[in-house]
């Protein structure tokens, strides 16, 4: 989608990477309208020219607010705290409400999800594409349930999902601050699937742009770097200048069960979307915003 082509798009959960996505729209020439509850991140888009409300999408206060001549919509939502019930009503019920006011318009094409690859479950190394066993706990049952949702709404438009690794980036360098503590949660052998959020801006934008002969549904996004735990951490406190942190066992406070141990591949999104990662590793993407 380009100025040129027509129609606006429509960001609901303008966070790290809704917000990303809609610069990146609005630097093209396109006509953006989002939906965020942080009123820093609407003052934020206001300022660079973007139309924007404050909202929970899970409403329906928002539907009558939206401009007429959209034909793409991209749902970035996050859970935003609230644990498992701010699961639901993010993802279950924001979709719901999302697809409601959607059946009232006409002239979408696209509904571009971002999703999560924490929907695999899969470990001992295994290669994972768009075909394998999805499952887990009861968080990555309420991102399959969104999907599902999406994928069939009998609409006139195509529906991406786009499952994206472990997003980091600019104020987003956890791991980095972990390293820094000297302790560090989970196992080293444990692979880390990452993806940069400007690279996964670019296949949300690549998903709106996808030609019309370009199927919809399950697209993953992760980079090329298929580096354990062990190794991303051993990088990233040589770069910081400290000594190798120790690893505690122990999963982050939001994991549910033992971290799975897979390599995401992202062939499908390479070959029928055109993306490519402008960060293939880790190292490519840390170097640009972690230092001594």
Same mark, same amino acid.
């Given at each position: 989608?380009?100025?040129? /082509?027509?129609?606006?798009?429509?960001?609901v959960g303008?966070?790290? $990477?809704?917000?990303?996505?809609?610069?990146? =729209?609005?630097?093209?020439?396109?006509?953006?309208?989002?939906?965020?509850?942080?009123?820093?991140?609407?003052?934020? =888009?206001?300022?660079?020219?973007?139309?924007?409300?404050?909202?929970? =999408?899970?409403?329906?206060?928002?539907?009558?607010?939206?401009?007429?001549? !959209?034909?793409?919509?991209?749902?970035? $939502?996050?859970?935003?705290?609230?644990?498992?019930?701010?699961?639901?009503?993010?993802?279950? +019920?924001?979709?719901?409400?999302?697809?409601?006011?959607?059946?009232?318009?006409?002239?979408?094409r696209t509904?571009?999800?971002?999703? /999560?690859?924490?929907?695999?479950?899969?470990?001992?190394?295994?290669? !994972?594409?768009?075909? #394998?066993?999805?499952?887990?706990?009861?968080?990555?049952?309420? =991102?399959?349930?969104? +999907?599902?949702?999406?994928?069939? +709404?009998?609409? *006139?438009?195509?529906?991406?999902?786009?499952?994206?690794?472990?997003?980091?980036?600019?104020?987003?360098?956890?791991?980095?601050?972990?390293?820094? *503590?000297?302790? !560090?949660?989970?196992?080293?052998?444990?692979?880390?699937?990452?993806?940069?959020?400007?690279?996964?801006?670019?296949?949300?934008?690549?998903?709106?742009?996808?030609?019309?002969? !370009?199927?919809?549904?399950?697209?993953?996004?992760?980079?090329?770097?298929?580096?354990?735990?062990?190794?991303?951490?051993?990088?990233?406190a040589s770069?910081?200048? $400290?000594?190798?942190?120790?690893?505690?066992? +122990?999963?982050?406070?939001?994991?549910?069960?033992? #971290?799975?141990?897979?390599?995401?591949?992202?062939?499908?999104?390479?070959?029928?979307?055109?993306?490519?990662?402008?960060?293939?590793?880790?190292?490519?993407?840390?170097?640009?915003? $972690? /230092?001594?």
């Amino acid at each position: 989608m380009d100025a040129e /082509s027509g129609g606006g798009v429509f960001i609901v959960g303008c966070g790290y $990477v809704g917000q990303a996505v809609a610069l990146r =729209l609005r630097a093209c020439g396109v006509r953006v309208t989002a939906l965020t509850r942080n009123p820093d991140t609407a003052a934020a =888009l206001e300022t660079a020219g973007i139309s924007t409300m404050i909202a929970e =999408l899970s409403g329906e206060a928002w539907h009558s607010r939206v401009p007429d001549g !959209i034909a793409a919509v991209v749902n970035c $939502v996050s859970a935003g705290g609230g644990g498992l019930e701010g699961y639901r009503c993010s993802y279950v +019920e924001g979709m719901q409400s999302l697809l409601r006011w959607a059946r009232t318009r006409t002239g979408i094409r696209t509904v571009v999800y971002t999703g /999560s690859t924490s929907v695999y479950p899969l470990s001992g190394g295994a290669e !994972i594409d768009e075909t #394998a066993p999805v499952g887990g706990g009861e968080r990555a049952q309420f =991102l399959l349930q969104a +999907e599902r949702l999406l994928l069939a +709404e009998p609409g *006139t438009f195509r529906a991406f999902v786009l499952r994206l690794a472990g997003i980091y980036g600019p104020d987003r360098d956890h791991l980095a601050r972990q390293v820094r *503590t000297g302790a !560090i949660s989970g196992r080293p052998e444990v692979h880390l699937n990452l993806i940069h959020r400007d690279d996964a801006a670019a296949g949300v934008v690549a998903a709106l742009r996808a030609p019309p002969g !370009i199927p919809g549904g399950i697209y993953n996004l992760a980079d090329d770097g298929a580096a354990t735990r062990g190794e991303v951490v051993a990088w990233l406190a040589s770069r910081l200048g $400290v000594p190798p942190p120790v690893f505690t066992g +122990e999963e982050g406070p939001r994991r549910e069960g033992p #971290a799975p141990d897979r390599v995401i591949q992202s062939r499908r999104a390479r070959e029928l979307l055109g993306w490519r990662p402008q960060y293939p590793d880790f190292r490519a993407g840390y170097a640009g915003f $972690v /230092s001594p």
